[in-house]
């Protein structure tokens, strides 16, 4: 039987930080079982730092050139996440491959959302390249992280389709639509005890 707990939610972003308030928002409107308990980045500058002050939620800049190596780094990303008690951890434009060691500490409790309909156009480019590539859909994959480019095994993906006179901005905005209806739903449905890993299959349990 599927168990439903609020959920703490440590957030790693390096941009803007939409995808982080839609999550904060249907947090806040009581349509996820979660709430954010700790935002980091690894840039100074990023919004998303802004949006958790700005919603009460404890923020850190890890500043990865004050560590030797990846391995450090992610140590320090550890540290802070068991600090705050994070059940899942939401990679959020996050520009940084995570280690084994941060994927192995973590397993099956690490979460990312890509714009495209994976394994097709993995990177940090998938809408120029599924642009360039011509095909006439697209869309947005969440799924489990590895330690693999965007090869986890898949949650949910929701199609966008690819208009003649789209540009690379005009798609990435339909699509950031997208991100923000079905990241908060795969966030739901870890916390309600509803997904199950098989290889690379995630089953969707009783939903």
Do not use: W
Request: proline content about 4%; hydrophobic content about 40%.
């Amino acid at each position: 039987m599927c168990e439903t707990k609020m959920i703490r939610l440590g957030v790693l972003a390096s941009g803007s930080g939409t995808n982080l308030q839609a999550i904060i928002d249907s947090s806040q409107a009581g349509k996820i079982p979660a709430r954010v308990a700790v935002v980091l980045s690894d840039k100074a500058d990023a919004f998303a730092l802004k949006r958790a002050e700005k919603h009460g939620v404890p923020h850190f800049f890890v500043d990865p050139k004050k560590f030797d190596s990846r391995e450090d780094y992610d140590e320090e990303l550890i540290r802070i996440l068991k600090e705050h008690q994070a059940d899942l951890v939401i990679l959020a434009g996050f520009m940084r491959l995570m280690s084994s060691l941060f994927v192995q500490t973590f397993r099956n409790r690490v979460m990312n959302i890509h714009p495209a309909l994976l394994p097709s156009f993995p990177g940090t480019h998938g809408v120029r390249d599924a642009l360039d590539y011509g095909v006439k859909v697209s869309g947005v994959t969440v799924h489990f992280a590895d330690e693999g480019l965007d090869t986890g095994p898949i949650i949910l993906q929701e199609a966008v389709l690819v208009l003649e006179d789209d540009t690379e901005e005009t798609l990435h905005n339909r699509i950031h639509q997208a991100e923000y209806r079905i990241y908060p739903e795969a966030v739901r449905l870890f916390a309600e005890g509803k997904l199950k890993i098989e290889g690379r299959r995630v089953r969707i349990l009783g939903d």
